[in-house]
């Protein structure tokens, strides 16, 4: 059900078109387009590494918010009231005032060539000529009625680009992708994929039947009986917001807080498991969504009772938790073969 959006990058060369200045007067666009001779200005083209970034140097606006792309190449970033609007890299703020369009506004000119679009704020927290760093509080997010969102758009050269080209709006994360940018013409930008992405398809076409839940992760608790405790699951500990996926093809049979769970997700697949993900700081997937291995269907949290952001993981059959490290090896992220019969209609657990 997600795999739609993970191969758009990898086979897409997208010629679009200028928007923004309809948004913006002259003067602002001036204000904004000030003249960067490492970009169009010495050269036709420039390339931006996005798999090269670390975790600092990146941040979605609005971590927790609900993104869905607009009709204009903008994405509504939808939240909660008083929520922190955050820059998406480092770089120099040129423009943050009030516009009729926008409501108030905030351009942020990245020092990797980008500008990103923070419209619609309550409140604007740094001004023209500000330095910011990725995920710093630049402003509020506003709106009315119960409804929060940020109207965030993405610009190369001034005109707006299809954010989903950077990033996964369910997952909120950057795409491991080496991406470049031609200048077309005056207000045109051609975007074309020179590489990856490369996560998505490590864990798409190389995986298939199964998929570890928490790529990279450690294990910072194991299963089983420990100081008078006893543990129904493993947990995995990466990052907070860390894509958690579908360890198997299924269905969801439930997404909801659950006691010390905090947000749970259950998936019951067809080999003879139910995996269970909590602890999750959003969970992506609703009961009766049908997965495959390899879906992203939450982020990692410490929602319930956690003291860290991890994924605590479970295998169970008929409802008994049985340890996970029988049917995944935790220190090279991949199935335990031996576990699972292989059958016409494909894996089904040993017994
Ligand atoms: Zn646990």
């Known amino acids: 059900m997600k795999r739609r959006h993970l191969f758009l990058s990898m086979v897409l060369t997208l010629t679009l078109s200028a928007c923004a200045q309809t948004k913006f007067t002259a003067l602002e666009q001036q204000q904004i387009s000030i003249q960067d001779p490492t970009l169009?200005?010495?050269?036709?083209?420039?390339?931006?590494?996005?798999?090269?970034?670390?975790?600092?140097?990146?941040?979605?606006?609005?971590?927790?918010?609900?993104?869905?792309m607009g009709t204009d190449n903008n994405v509504e970033i939808e939240t909660t009231k008083g929520d922190a609007v955050k820059a998406m890299f480092g770089g120099v703020v040129r423009l943050s005032k009030s516009i009729s369009s926008f409501g108030n506004v905030i351009v942020v000119r990245?020092?990797?060539?980008?500008e990103t679009?923070?419209?619609?704020?309550?409140?604007?927290?740094?001004?023209?000529?500000?330095?910011?760093?990725?995920?710093q509080t630049i402003a509020i997010v506003g709106g009315s009625n119960g409804r929060y969102y940020c109207d965030f758009a993405i610009m190369v050269n001034g005109s707006r680009i299809n954010p989903e080209?950077?990033?996964?709006?369910?997952s909120h994360r950057l795409r491991k992708q080496t991406l470049l940018y031609e200048k077309?013409?005056?207000?045109k930008v051609k975007i074309s994929v020179l590489r990856g992405p490369r996560l998505e398809e490590s864990n798409t076409a190389a995986s298939q039947w199964w998929c570890y839940p928490l790529a990279g992760a450690k294990v910072i608790s194991g299963y089983g009986r420990r100081g008078g405790r006893s543990h129904s699951g493993v947990d995995l500990k990466t990052k907070p917001n860390d894509e958690i996926r579908a360890a198997f093809d299924g269905e969801v049979v439930f997404s909801a807080k659950y006691a010390g769970y905090g947000n749970l997700i259950r998936i019951l697949h067809g080999n003879g498991l139910e995996t269970y993900y909590s602890h999750n700081s959003k969970?992506?997937?609703?009961v009766g969504d049908k997965v495959k291995?390899?879906?992203?269907?939450?982020?990692?949290?410490?929602?319930g009772r956690a003291t860290t952001e991890h994924l605590h993981f479970?295998?169970?059959i008929n409802g008994k938790a049985y340890d996970p490290s029988r049917y995944f090896d935790h220190q090279k992220h991949t199935i335990r073969e031996k576990a699972f019969h292989k059958t016409r209609n494909g894996y089904v657990v040993k017994r």
Not at 46 to 52: I, Q
Not at 165 to 170: A, G, K, M, P, V
């Open 314 to 316: 479970e295998t169970r």
């Open 283 to 286: 969970n992506l997937v609703k």
């Open 293 to 303: 291995a390899g879906d992203v269907i939450a982020l990692t949290g410490r929602t």
């Open 165 to 170: 080209t950077i990033i996964s709006l369910e």
């Open 117 to 135: 679009v923070y419209g619609n704020n309550a409140e604007n927290l740094v001004k023209s000529g500000d330095h910011v760093k990725a995920g």
């Open 184 to 187: 077309t013409s005056s207000w």
């Open 110 to 114: 990245h020092d990797n060539g980008l």
């Open 40 to 68: 169009f200005e010495q050269y036709e083209a420039f390339t931006v590494d996005f798999g090269a970034m670390r975790d600092k140097d990146y941040s979605f606006p609005l971590p927790v918010g609900k993104a869905k």
